[in-house]
Each structure stands twice: as C-alpha cells, then as structure tokens.
C-alpha cells in the first residue's frame, strides 16, 4: 500500500523526516517497505532552460527540419536542428541543454547528446510539452509565454510538485490503515507515546447542501445480513472532463492512472478515507430503480476491463430494473460506467459482508482496490460521511449539482464491541508493567472508550472500525506496539525447564529414513497441503469425507488433501514435461479429512517410482523399475523400523490397478502398487507409475519398542545350496520363506529366489522355482554333513507341508 507523505500532511501537521516517519510507522506495526520519491514532472526540468529563437534556416539535406541558432544565456548561441512545424524567430522556448535526462512515454530516461543530424551539428533539443511531461500534447514545439532571461531555469516557471511516498507492507488484519486517513490515526498514537500532541483533521463537508431534487433514484437491498448498510446520492449537470493537476499528482504519487474527474474523486477518497466508492451513469439506469440482490446462475456479465464473467448464485450485485449493472464491492459493469457523455450520476457508499465480497473476487479472480478494503471490512460508521465527502468533491469539480436526499438504508446498526481489559493480565503477557495512566493514554490515542473502571482493569468500548481488536488479548497487542516493543525492559537470565525427550524423536526417525531412501536414489519433495477437490472423485466420489476451505484462494486449491498421491503426480507430470523420465519421490507429510463431525490429520510417508533403472547400454539391456524393485525398497524401509515379518494381501483400492496391503498384527501398516491407469491418464501421464502410502504413526511405534542388536561379521565362510522345487501354482514365494526359517532355525540365514518358471514342459498347474540357500554358522566352519542335513531338513518340510518335488 502506498502512502503519499504530502496526502498524509493534510490529516496530521508534522514535519518530521520521512526516514523518522518510516521508522515509527514500523515500530507501529504498519512496516514501511521503503521510501521513493515522487515528481509531477519527471525529473523536475533539471537541465531545461529558456531559450530564444535567434534564427531559423531549413536544414540543406531535410525538407521537414529546420536548423536553429538558440540563445540559451551562455556565452555563445547554440545551434539545435528541430523538427517542430511551428518553430520561430523570437520564440521564448524550452531547451533541454546537453547532458538532460528527459523521460519517455513509458517513464524510461534518455539523455540528450551532441550529435549531428543529416550533416548538421545539433547541441540541444527544442522541446515539445508532452517531452518535458507537462501534458500529452506533441503537435510542435511549446512556445512559452514569458519575458525571463534566456537561461532562465525552466523549473521555476512550472509547478512542480515533490513528494515521498512510503510503501507500507499492510498485514491483513489491519483494515482501519487502509488509507491515509487511517495511516494519521496510527502516527497520531505513535507520536503522543513520544510527547508529541497533535491532532487527525478530517476533511470538511459542511458545504454539503442539496441543490434540487430533480434525479430520484428508488433503492432496495434484497439481504441485509450481505449488504448491512447501503447510501446513494444523485449529482446532475456534471461536465465529465479531465481532472486538475493537484488531483492528478495526488493520484499518480501512489500509483493510480487519473480517468476523469468523477472517477478520479471516487479513488480519492477511496484512498483517503479507506471507503469505496461507485459512480454510475443514472441515464443508463433502467426504470430509475437501484436493486441490490444475489444474481443469477449463468448469466454473463462485462465488467469495465472488457471481461466477460459468468455470474454465480452467491455473486451479490448492483442491478437496476432489468440487468446488472456492478459485481458488488468488486467492480462496476462497463455499460453504466462513467464516460465523458455522462451527464448524471447516482453515487454509491455502502458496507458489504466482507466474507461474501472475498468469495465473489476469488471466483471471478478479481482483485481490485474496492474488494481489497471491502474483503477486510471498512468503518460501516464511516459509509454516509465518504459519500459527503465525495459529492462535494465532483460537485466542485464538475461544476455540477446535487439533485436528491442521501439514500441510507441501515435498518440494523452495528454496535461497537465491549471487552474488559484486566491489568494483571496486561503484565503477566507482555512481562513488563506498563503504568495505569499510559495504559490509559494510548488507548483514548486509538479511539478506545473507557466506559467503566475497577480497581483490577478497566471496561471498554472498541470502535467497530478495529475488526481485529474483539478480545482482550487484542487490546493488550494494541498497547504494545503504541508503547513500543523496544521499550519491554527484559531480564540478562533466562529460565527454562528441562523435560526428558521421548525414547525416539519423530525427526529423528525421519531423517534417518530420508537418508536411506536418498541413498537409494530417491528425491524428496514437498507437495502442497492445499489440493483441487476433484482429485477426490478419481478414487471415491461417493466420500464426501474432504475438507474444504472457507475462503480458498482458488477453485483448484480449495481443499485439503486427503491422499499424497496427486501432489505426487503432479511432480512427476512436471518433471515428463521436461523431459526427465526416471523418477524416484518420497515426501513426508500429512493428509486430512472428517470423521464423526472431527477433523482428523495422519501423518504419511508417501513413495512413487516411474521410468527405468538402466538405460538400454550395448553391454546390457535397460531395466524398469518394476513392482519387485519397488517391493524391495518399501521391504528394506520397513526392516529399518522393526517390520520383519509383515503379512501382505492383495487389495482392492481406486488408486490401484494392482497392489497390496502390509500389515502387522491386524494393523495396517501401508499399501502399495501400480497407480490406475485412469489416473494417470488425467495427469497426461502415459508411463506406468507405482506408488506406495505408508502409515507414519505405525511406523514411529514400531521404532520406538524395536531394539537393535550387533554381533560381529562371521570369520567362517558361507555356503550357498539350490533347489528347483516343483509346487502348486497357488503357493506363493512368501510360504516357502515363512517354512524355511522354521525348518531350519540355526544355520539358514538368507534365501533367494532367482528364478521361476511356467510352461508346457511342466504339469499343469505347477510352477518351478528355483531358490538359494545361504547357510552359516558364526562359530565354526559347516561340514558337508551339517549342510545334507540342513538341506534335508528344508526338503521334508517342503513336501509334507507345501506339496513340492525336486526337479
């Protein structure tokens, strides 16, 4: 937001610097950003002088160029080829000297420079209006009226206006600084706390009179719970024209492009008084009539920038007696705006429920500075008095007349907020004890009534203006920074208690993990909590379990999301995008939903995998990164924790064209498997993708209740041995790992499958799998009667219990 400091001296007489305003401001709470400096003229005609035409021959080589001798006070006339068709001898003109700066249309500087052009020596430039930025004319040279000396500094000739604007980086709770009169009000507490008493002047309106009645514009609010208060006048005879130079200034200082004199006095005393104001053209008002109601679904509607929107049912609007004609408190429509045929205007102030306002301009994607000030609440106490303000200020302008009674709709006023403020609770939150009678100081300094005093705190009456002053701790925040943080005296000893740490730390955990799948070669990355609802129709749209947002900042980021793995699509796509087409994620964060009218939040681990492991190499084929890949690092991940021996069990989940779950003791520790296709194809994503959602609090308890335990890496050999088992189809590998550690307890220590087989040389319904046994003794070397036997043992077991043959 930006603050004029010549605007800010017409509430408040100071004149402090501006780096001391600043400084104060920020210790306020309205952090100044920084401090530019402003010229109505850019670069205030430094350089530019007056010059006389002494003589003026047409240049030898250019038919529309003229070579001129231009006395300039220095001791030699200067010789400046011009172009200019109404350039003359004895013409007092401006001349921008060698070395000026002047700025272009767009604001960008060029320098002028000695040169020659077509053969002839030019050492200046005679200069046109709309170059030295005293208006947009560029017909010819400006000729000025005036009998100065030759060089003669033209700065003194023209009313050059300087200012500093700051630029205030506005919290969102601050909606009473949304203007410069509102700034005023924040320097003026600041500067009491520092013994300097003045006063916030407002504007006055006691010129307001009604000069007819001849324009009557009927009004109706259809709700007043969305539109609690709504005022309008009628001004006739305008003449719509550009607007005075001080207006313009004032305007262009903080940024705004002036329009015409109505518009122009609307966004003053927007910025002004921080109310929003709307002009529309009372001849383009269908039947005389103002109505202010919810639209219609469907119905299309232009508004000034020439946009089409497509209107909701929630949308509040300014409609006349057939059509809309303003989207509420956001932007006026373009076929009432103010045009320079515009003769009559019904002027609009009005206060808007600021929670309606926000959600109609982030559907449409609108942000303008009506819905700025609006969304955050403006001083409903303020709305009849800007509408004063206003009229006057186009009456004067204008030339034109006030033609109605002032239009107040306010069936229900708001009352100001109650909150009693205690004095230990005052000392105990900021930890320093401020004095009664200053307590009492600043808050009369920021409109705080005192309505009632007890020997423990004191009653008070907040202004409805300070919508974020409602409790008491609000209160004591506003004491605070009026007194000023720096003042809190704070003690060289610093206490604190020490509380024994869990047995494992959950960030512990986490980078312990993180470390490992990184060495597996996976990136971390970090999803947005904030997720489009429709996601939630790709796996159940029967589940209306989601939450959503109040206020979303759009329609795509208006939930929070119930499962990690679109964010995670949405990576991968990204990276496809840029061709990257090998891809390994995990990211730890959380998911959200509702449950039994409860919130609930679970924190995850999520895993995708996508693309291949090796690339197609003359030494070796490429290899994907399949589903077993995937299965051994979410296997090696769970090992970390604890999880030896977790159950798996195909199923059935949207998410999954096929996939398990893992679980331990009837608790679900994760699922995992190949993403449906269907998903991906609305992701654009044409390469498989797997993906694994794994429960972080099984996994925190695990490693909690697991101990690890060391032993030395053996000094005897290993020795391997393979059977190729004949089994039923319906046997999985899973069984034979389970049977073989029962069966062979001390010496087996790893099995291997690596190989299987199905086909027409076997009998129908069997496979073959070929499968290695590690087998070791820590304390002496095995015997070849110890490893038949083991072996043995292994066979038995595998025939009586899963039905298996040797091949």
């Not at 030019?122 to 560029?138: F, K, V, Y």
């Not at 009664?436 to 009653?459: F, M, N």
Request: charged content about 25%; aromatic content about 8%.
């Amino acid at each position: 937001m930006k603050i004029s400091y010549n605007w800010l001296k017409q509430f408040i007489e100071i004149d402090w610097k501006s780096a001391d305003i600043a400084e104060l401001l920020t210790d306020l709470g309205l952090e100044v950003e920084g401090v530019s400096a402003f010229e109505s003229v850019p670069g205030s005609l430094q350089g530019v002088v007056v010059g006389e035409v002494l003589t003026c021959e047409k240049h030898s080589n250019a038919d529309k160029l003229k070579v001129c001798s231009v006395a300039i006070g220095s001791t030699e006339p200067v010789s400046i080829v011009c172009g200019a068709p109404n350039v003359a001898v004895g013409q007092k003109v401006p001349v921008a000297t060698i070395g000026t700066t002047l700025y272009d249309a767009e604001g960008k500087p060029w320098k002028i420079k000695k040169g020659k052009i077509r053969g002839e020596v030019s050492e200046g430039m005679i200069c046109a209006e709309d170059e030295l930025g005293l208006g947009e004319r560029h017909d010819g040279i400006l000729v000025l009226e005036t009998s100065v000396p030759n060089g003669t500094a033209c700065e003194t000739l023209f009313p050059i206006e300087k200012d500093e604007i700051f630029e205030i980086g506005l919290t969102p709770n601050r909606a009473d600084a949304m203007s410069h009169y509102g700034v005023a009000r924040d320097l003026r507490a600041g500067l009491r706390q520092r013994e300097v008493f003045l006063e916030v002047r407002t504007p006055s309106v006691s010129t307001f009179n009604i000069d007819n009645r001849s324009l009557r514009i009927d009004v109706s609010v259809a709700d007043y719970n969305l539109v609690p208060r709504y005022c309008g006048i009628s001004l006739t005879n305008l003449i719509v024209q550009p607007s005075p130079d001080w207006l313009k200034n004032r305007l262009r200082a903080i940024g705004l492009k002036p329009i015409n004199n109505v518009v122009d006095a609307t966004n003053y005393v927007l910025h002004e008084l921080g109310q929003p104001l709307h002009a529309f053209d009372a001849d383009r008002i269908f039947d005389k009539k103002v109505v202010v109601k919810k639209a219609k679904a469907g119905v299309k509607f232009m508004t000034l920038d020439g946009v089409e929107h497509t209107l909701d049912s929630e949308d509040l609007m300014i409609c006349d007696g057939e059509k809309p004609m303003c989207i509420a408190g956001i932007f006026g429509g373009i076929n009432t705006g103010v045009t320079e045929d515009t003769q009559s205007i019904f002027l609009e102030s009005a206060y808007f429920d600021p929670v309606s306002i926000r959600k109609t301009a982030k559907r449409h994607g609108l942000n303008t500075d009506a819905s700025f000030r609006f969304e955050r609440g403006v001083d409903i106490n303020n709305v009849e008095y800007a509408l004063v303000r206003a009229a006057i200020l186009i009456r004067e302008l204008t030339g034109g007349n006030i033609s109605s009674d002032i239009v107040d709709l306010y069936p229900n006023k708001k009352e100001n907020h109650n909150v009693f403020l205690r004095f230990e609770k005052i000392d105990t939150l900021i930890g320093h004890k401020i004095p009664r009678d200053t307590i009492k100081s600043i808050l009369a300094s920021l409109d705080i009534q005192v309505r009632s005093v007890t020997e423990t705190g004191i009653g008070l009456i907040i202004p409805f203006y300070r919508v974020d002053v409602q409790r008491e701790v609000d209160v004591i925040e506003e004491v605070l920074r009026v007194y000023g943080y720096n003042n809190v005296a704070y003690s060289e000893k610093l206490n604190a208690s020490i509380t024994p740490p869990p047995s494992l730390e959950p960030h512990v955990l986490e980078e312990s993990l993180g470390r490992q799948l990184s060495h597996n070669g996976f990136y971390e990355i970090l999803a947005n909590s904030l997720t489009n609802p429709s996601y939630q129709d790709l796996v159940a749209p029967e589940l209306q379990s989601g939450v959503t947002l109040m206020n979303p900042l759009s329609r795509e980021l208006s939930a929070l999301r119930t499962d990690m793995l679109f964010g995670g699509l949405e990576a991968i796509a990204h990276n496809l995008n840029r061709k990257q087409p090998d891809l390994k994620f995990f990211e730890f964060g959380k998911t959200y939903r509702q449950a039994k009218k409860k919130y609930v939040e679970a924190p995850r681990i999520s895993l995708l995998l996508t693309g291949e492991m090796n690339r197609d190499h003359w030494t070796r084929p490429g290899e994907t990164m399949g589903f077993f890949y995937f299965k051994g690092v979410i296997r090696q991940l769970l090992d970390r924790v604890g999880f030896e021996n977790c159950r798996e069990t195909p199923v059935t989940d949207a998410r999954f064209s096929e996939g398990l779950e893992l679980s331990d003791h009837g608790i679900s520790i994760g699922t995992f498997g190949v993403v449906n296709p269907a998903i991906l194809k609305t992701f654009d994503i044409s390469q498989p993708v797997l993906y694994a959602d794994i429960n972080w609090n099984a996994l925190l308890e695990q490693a909690s209740k697991s101990t690890f335990q060391y032993q030395e890496i053996s000094k005897f050999p290993e020795v391997k041995r393979d059977f190729a088992l004949l089994l039923d189809e319906n046997v999985s590998y899973q069984q034979l790992y389970d049977l073989s550690f029962k069966a062979e307890r001390s010496l087996l220590k790893d099995i291997q499958l690596f190989d299987v087989y199905k086909g027409d040389k076997l009998p129908e319904g069997k496979k073959s799998y070929a499968v290695s046994f590690t087998l070791l003794n820590p304390k002496k070397t095995l015997t070849d009667k110890q490893i038949d036997a083991a072996m043995k043992r292994l066979q038995k077991h595998f025939e009586k219990e899963l039905g298996a043959e040797l091949r």
